[in-house]
């Protein structure tokens, strides 16, 4: 059985640009760690020279005979988060000395109580405690199978056309679930522990075009600012429009997300502007950028898509000031401009 998770608490100073995400990412730990050890409270802002406490990362040096999915079955993980932890490619090559971070708690096991194991393909089930399997030394271990593929996310209930709202969840929230830029892959000799998932700092967005923001896309606004009457809240306005039309940058700024894993979004970008102002674009059928790009007003940074929890092509759009968000309209030209 692995070795429980280490409970030393280390320190960690906050750079420009970091987020829970990335600290979590840097120290091997999760942005709930971060988080709960911190007492932080959303949206989980960070300011530069913070000092953060957190748990010592959960790791494994790679010992002769070891390989990617003995190493994943033995801490419960899966191959691809294994992997993607560690910025490995195919053909997942380790070496020995390597330190590897372990993504997730370890499946645990109560000492009272024997855990019945899964059967697998072609033998019968065993409800006797696991042992640890030896393997014999060899010099170089590559796992040339593929990462195991991960599971599909729980299904989300589209939302009816024409209603377009939020999820729940808010942008201010993604804060700390903002995902780095891949990282790169190890060098082919290590001789020490190196910390692959460093992020890049992102630079400082440039000067404002105006004192108003641009429209992103021409269409009809679907779903407003403000409460809905089933309780929900839209932090932004939805404007619909034919599937494939471009979405540009309401401003300048540095892209501070491009991704697809905060649920309900569908495909979005983040775009940072200068004096704290933030923008949202969800619902993108395609995303043109990526973390860390330098974007000028107007140009295109998406399409218009369908993807998250909406049935009909539109882009939900936010302008927040910080962590606030405010109605786009009071920022926009008039609609007749457009």
Do not use: C
Not at 178 to 202: F, I, K, N
């Amino acid at each position: 059985m692995p070795a429980a998770a280490l409970t030393v608490l280390a320190s960690a100073t906050v750079r420009s640009g970091d987020t829970v995400y990335a600290i979590s990412r840097r120290f091997g730990v999760t942005p709930q760690a971060v988080i709960d050890t911190n007492h932080l409270q959303p949206p989980y802002l960070l300011r530069p020279g913070q000092v953060l406490r957190l748990p010592q990362p959960r790791g494994h040096t790679v010992r002769a005979g070891d390989s990617l999915y003995a190493l994943s079955r033995r801490y419960g993980v899966s191959t691809d988060d294994l992997a993607r932890a560690n910025g490995l490619g195919p053909p997942y090559t380790i070496f020995i000395g390597q330190w590897l971070r372990l993504p997730t708690p370890p499946v645990t096991v109560a000492s009272t109580t024997p855990q019945r194991v899964a059967p697998p393909a072609v033998a019968p089930v065993s409800t006797a405690p696991l042992a640890p399997i030896e393997v014999a030394p060899r010099p170089v271990v590559t796992s040339t199978a593929p990462p195991e593929p991960t599971a599909a996310p729980t299904p989300i209930a589209p939302i009816a056309p024409g209603t377009g709202a939020a999820p729940a969840t808010t942008v201010a929230a993604l804060a700390p679930f903002m995902p780095p830029l891949p990282a790169r892959r190890p060098a082919r000799v290590v001789a020490a522990a190196v910390d692959q998932t460093a992020l890049p700092v992102l630079a400082a967005p440039p000067p404002r075009a105006g004192s108003a923001f641009r429209w992103p896309i021409s269409g009809d606004i679907v779903s407003p600012f403000g409460p809905k009457d089933d309780g929900r809240r839209n932090d932004g306005v939805n404007i619909a429009a034919a599937r494939g039309t471009p979405i540009v940058a309401a401003e300048n700024g540095v892209v501070s997300y491009a991704g697809n894993e905060v649920r309900g979004y569908g495909n979005l970008v983040l775009i940072r502007h200068d004096e704290e102002w933030v923008t949202a674009y969800g619902h993108a059928d395609r995303v043109l950028v990526r973390r860390g790009e330098r974007v000028d007003v107007g140009q295109t940074i998406a399409t218009v898509g369908s993807s998250g929890t909406v049935a009909t092509p539109q882009l939900h759009f936010e302008i927040r000031r910080g962590s606030k968000a405010v109605d786009p309209l009071d920022h926009l030209p008039p609609m007749s401009a457009r």
